[in-house]
């Protein structure tokens, strides 16, 4: 298992847009997507001089998610 990924910074009212390997998908594959907010020096939730940090975000996508017609389309090529 591997990641691979890079940071981006998302500016309010854009999006990003990011595609896998379908070919390696099933009905238990999943993209955990982890992000967090950039907040200006000294508005952080947590004191910064304090042990510990921001709260982990992800963004979870699975099998589910994908529209209707590739699910079915994947589930035909899914060994039986």
Known sequence: MSEVGSPITVLPGKAI???GPVEEFSTHWQFHIPFWFELPRGNQL???NAW???PE????????DLPTSVQKELKAKLPK
């Open 46 to 48: 947590r004191d910064e």
């Open 52 to 54: 510990g940090g921001e």
């Open 17 to 19: 847009l990011f595609s």
């Open 57 to 64: 975000m992800f963004l979870i996508y699975i099998f589910w």
